[in-house]
């Protein structure tokens, strides 16, 4: 019985060494993943720290995309107001006329009369 408990002894031995070598590999292991995690926490950081600097120009271009929006609205308020071309002018011409009631108005070039619309009211007996 001696021998049978000495060969168990060995046994349960080998079993510890190969216990033993488990434990050292998955210590190993252990600490490649926690440098991985530290990787992986830095890189996360950076990714965080880059999203708040993209964050923080998306907001800058926004309010410089407003600011360009307005200034184009005051351009296009000033080119409705100040007409470029003839027929805008004409457009504006006659406009200016209703709202003062003339009876004729020129276009811009002189040509045109615009009494089709708002004809001239002669006194009677009036001849030219």
């Known amino acids: 019985m001696c021998a049978a ?8 031995r080998a079993l510890h060494g190969v216990l ?21 926490r830095k890189e996360k950081a950076d990714l965080l720290a880059s999203n708040s ?9 926004l309010a410089e995309r407003a600011k360009n929006e307005g200034v184009v609205a005051k351009i296009m308020n000033v080119l409705r107001a100040h007409p470029s071309s003839d027929e805008d002018v004409g457009s504006h011409h006659g406009q200016i006329q209703r709202s003062l009631g003339q009876g004729v108005l020129r276009s811009h070039q002189g040509s045109e009369s615009v009494t089709s619309k708002h004809p001239l009211r002669l006194p009677k007996g009036f001849k030219p």
Do not use: P
């Open 5 to 12: 408990f000495e060969v168990e002894v060995e046994n349960l």
């Open 20 to 40: 033993e070598a488990e434990v050292h590999t998955l210590r190993a292991e252990r600490d490649v993943l926690e440098v991985e995690v530290q990787e992986l």
């Open 53 to 61: 600097e993209l964050k923080s120009s998306e907001e800058a271009l």
